[in-house]
């Protein structure tokens, strides 16, 4: 009995990055090499504030991408691929962080206001960056509530939905993560 070859519906739209996603699907690396080029940068960005740990976010940008090349066969053009990734790349590291708090066997808890604005482009340089060194000392759970929600543009409900934490407990650890992000950032 013959394997059936992979199904790749046609993208609603053809551009060069299609034709790269078809190639890749069908196993052409040099493709994949294209994509990965083209999306490594954004992925670790991700993968950064929500570990908050440089180390940490390439290995989980690492990981993203051994699951790309898993599942990009599975990729049916209905959607962008950077959207397609970009919800790859939160399952993983929301994943990967599920795990550490299993291991650990220890639970963050942690919801305001005023930080939303702080992730914007019309921000001042000096105060995202001092945001951007004051997030990775979050701990854990506000860390990835805060980046999800304020950096990521998330609801409170889908952030709840993907971390299995309910959202109550969601809205608590955004608020506790403003709290201590204030804090820190009047200090």
Known sequence: MSAMPAFHPEPRVHDAESDTIRRA????????TALYHAHAGRVFALCLRMAGD????TDLAQDVFVRLWERLPQFRFESALTTW???????TVLEAMRAELRRSARVTAADDEVLDA?????????VRLAL???????PSGQRQVFVLHVIEGLPTDEIAA???????????H????RRHLLAELSA
């Open 25 to 32: 699907q069908s196993g052409d690396e040099a493709a994949f």
């Open 162 to 172: 993907l971390t299995g934490l309910a959202t109550a407990t969601v809205r608590v």
């Open 54 to 57: 440089r180390a940490r976010a």
């Open 118 to 126: 702080a992730a914007g482009a019309d921000v001042p340089l000096d």
């Open 132 to 138: 951007d060194r004051a997030i990775p000392r979050l």
């Open 174 to 177: 955004l608020h506790r993560a």
């Open 85 to 91: 990734l970009h919800r790859l790349a939160v399952t």
